[in-house]
């Protein structure tokens, strides 16, 4: 296989991340599954990814969309079967693309075996499975809050105790502190090693070691102790690639987590980017401008700190947020441009790049009725403000910008009845503009936003100065370019976007007539060569290389 002898083969590769239930329904069902991705295999090939992120695909009852697995060594039977797993990840192999599974080890389903035998008394053998603290029907241990809402303490009457869940009432937190949890969630990592995936993205990895006595919930003290703990275990067994979900991290606290020496992870996936038209203190629901200069200096820091010291993910969209091009593009008059740019932008850096499905298409957020929506969180949020005496007209304005069901939409296919996703009614409305927005329509198209993610790949794959080249930011304070350099011994690259819908003009003095224009969203000959090299087009983006 491609790269297999590299240990560091996938600081190469670009990423894809697929969220089954809406990627592709094979049997009328209305639900996206296995055989469904296996037969979207070659569109991915096309695209050139190296490696696919498989949100969950274990059984669960669905509360939160698989990450409450009620068993991790089953698939649901909506996703399919083991033996659709295998061939799956064969049929991957052999078109050169490793499958990477999402590890959800903070938490399990209410339904899970372990708990449903922990809640029976506190004599039970996996009663110690899960974190309990006793008190009194209706008096809650602390004020300690679930992500999703409300406490984060449920009451069970048969043990007299409450459970802590950092997520739904439906997704027990487990006991890292009990050894014998480790070695069982061990046992399993290194099961699904044998059946040849390619690595693993550990859910809000950050959050296991939780002290909920002193209402600590992520870098607990003993975090680091359990993840080098894991990764001896498990993954240094085999040359995987691991991702760990950390929403606390810090570049200080990544180059722990992604440290050369391999005793944590590959990488893992920091939000300080992606949170920053959040306000301090304020919820993702209150919405707030994107502090341009922010984001700049923001990035520019975690390329700089990780530098020969630690690896970088890159992504703007997953599963959980709202679509790029929507949120920081424009997803109307220059949807296609946009989409671009935030692709370039991203794609120039150090680190391996994330696709989100349907990113690579320039699909846009949703507006829809409420019932329309899937989300636990979005729909706890929505009762929950309804309550407060918010506007129904507020809420849902915060739903259309932020909710996670705007990522979630079945993928678009093509321009025929459901988007080409099923053949059914799907579990989710298929957003209305799949007519312009499909994948059929874009591939082969050049001047389509999936042409320009394939020739960023290519670019990637092309030039070694994509993987490993010095970063430096251009025109700190510049209110509308994004610019940045990245040079090796083979060549120095500029990036060069102009992050806004108006035409600019970029104060950069450089010799351009010395440089190859690598890559412009507007066509090359729009670029140096045609137009000239300072004036930009709304959302305009370039890549220049200039060899050494
Ligand atoms: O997400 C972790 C997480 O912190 C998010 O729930 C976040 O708080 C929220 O999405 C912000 O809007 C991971 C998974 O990616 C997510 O899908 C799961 O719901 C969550 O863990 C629980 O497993
Ligand atoms: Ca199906």
Redesign the pocket.
Known sequence: MEGSKNKDWWKQCVIYQIYPKSFQDSNGDGIGDLNGIIQRLDYLQELGIGAIWL?PVCQSPQD??G??ISDYQEIDPMFGSMEDMERLIQEAENRGIRMIMDL?L??TSDEHAWFVEAKKSRENPYHNYYVWRDGEEGVLPNDMKS??GGSAWEWVPEVGQYYLHQ?SVK?PDLNWENETVREELYRMIRWWMEKGVGGFRL??IDQIAKEPDRKITNNGPRLHEFIQELSRETFQRGNLITVG?A?GATPELAKKYSNPDGSEFSMVFQFEHIVLDQEEGKE?WDLAPLPFLELKRVLARWQEELYQCGWNSLFWD????PRIVSRWGNDMEYRTESAKMLAVLLHGMQGTPYIYQGEELGMTNVQYQIEEYRD??TLNMYLERKVKGYKESDIMESIYA?S?DNARTPMQWEDAANAGFTEGKPWMKVNPNYREINAKSQVGDPDSVFSCYQALIQMRKQYSVFVDGKFQLLLPEDERFFAYTRENQDGKLYVICNFYGEPAECSLDEDWGKMELLYCNYGKENGNGGNSAIAYQPYEARIYLLRQ
């Open positions: 949100s939160d969309n990450y409450d959800v903070n938490h992500c999703f997520f997704q859910d809000v979900e929403w993702k997953n599963h959980d947020l636990i969180e932020k996670r």
